[in-house]
């Protein structure tokens, strides 16, 4: 028998909506991001790398009909799932004309067994004909709007080079919503310059949105990104282990009790991770958070306030 989670986890969730696993299948649609290309600046945030957090399917030429394949076979053998969800997580998933961003969504929601359709994408990439066209999806199957915001500090914002303020998500989130779309933020714990009391007032800002869901990273530091070189000189230096889950725990507490927890650790790439190699043990991190919460006698949305 399962035992219950302190937090709304994302498996539950969808168990509880479908009756059964549902697996997502990751997808690169070969899109890039406007802090990359110079319209808004270059060279990307500074965790990030020139492969943005994807699979390189599609450089390998692999188009989505593809990449949703082999997605199907593998989580099928490995699982068991006969369901599943479309994610398009590589970069920015929204930056594109509208009717290529059809043609993608179309492609990956042309298999029977597709339940869902998720979007990675940026706060500033989500004009309204786009979220019209993913709005239209929504009315027949589960959509989520994935936004990327990070930290609710307009300081922490500029020094990753993300290219929007606060303001931007807001006005994002609330467009969205109005379509009946459920979002998705992207926070990431350990930015540069953030202690305890910023990720906090982050978590109670993201308390007072009409979110969907959360998901919550650590920072951890890749090759190649500006980042890396920032860690190397001694400029920054990773959360261990213990202070991670401290507080994740603390941002959990803050969040409604409804809100979904999407993710509570990333997934670096191990042959790309420079640090910290204790994020690649998933399970005992997941282990540890559920013995803070037991320790403390906390769940999600104790510290939630109105």
């Known amino acids: 028998?399962?035992?219950e989670l302190p937090w709304q986890d994302l498996n539950s969730y969808l168990k509880g909506k479908f009756g059964e696993r549902v697996q997502k299948i990751t997808l690169d649609a070969g899109l890039t991001c406007p802090n990359r290309d110079g319209r808004v600046g270059t060279g990307g945030c500074l965790y990030c790398n020139a492969r943005g957090s994807g699979t390189g399917a599609f450089r390998r030429g692999e188009g989505i009909a593809?990449?949703?394949e082999a997605g199907l076979a593998r989580l099928a053998r490995r699982y068991g799932a006969k369901k599943f969800i479309a994610y398009f997580q590589s970069f920015s998933n929204t930056y594109a004309p509208v009717a290529q961003l059809k043609e993608l969504y179309d492609a990956a929601l042309a298999y029977p067994e597709i339940v869902g359709l998720s979007i990675g994408t940026r706060p500033d990439c989500v004009d309204d004909e786009v979220l019209d066209l993913v709005a239209g999806y929504a009315k027949n199957r589960l959509v989520?709007?994935?936004?990327?915001?990070?930290?609710?500090?307009d300081a922490t914002l500029q020094l990753l080079n993300r290219g929007h303020d606060v303001a931007r998500f807001t006005?994002?989130?609330?467009r969205a919503a109005a379509r009946g779309l459920d979002v998705v933020a992207h926070v990431i714990l350990g930015l540069p310059g953030e202690g305890p009391r910023e990720m906090a007032a982050t978590a109670s800002y993201l308390a007072r949105l009409p979110l969907h869901g959360v998901k919550i990273h650590?920072?951890?530091v890749v090759r190649d990104s500006r980042l890396a070189g920032l860690y190397q000189a001694g400029g920054y230096a990773c959360l261990t282990e213990e202070q991670y889950v401290s507080l994740a725990v603390d941002f959990i507490e803050r969040l409604p009790a409804g809100l979904v927890i999407h993710r509570l650790t990333g997934d670096p790439h191990r042959e790309e991770l420079v640090a910290p190699t204790w994020c690649l043990d998933k399970p005992r991190v997941l282990q540890h958070l559920r013995e803070e919460f037991a320790h403390r006698g906390t769940r999600q949305g104790s510290r939630f306030v109105t």
């Not at 006005?171 to 609330?174: E, I």
């Open 1 to 3: 028998m399962a035992v």
């Open 66 to 68: 593809t990449q949703m």
């Open 144 to 153: 989520w709007l994935e936004l990327g915001l990070q930290s609710a500090h």
């Open 171 to 174: 006005d994002a989130v609330r």
């Open 218 to 220: 650590l920072l951890y």
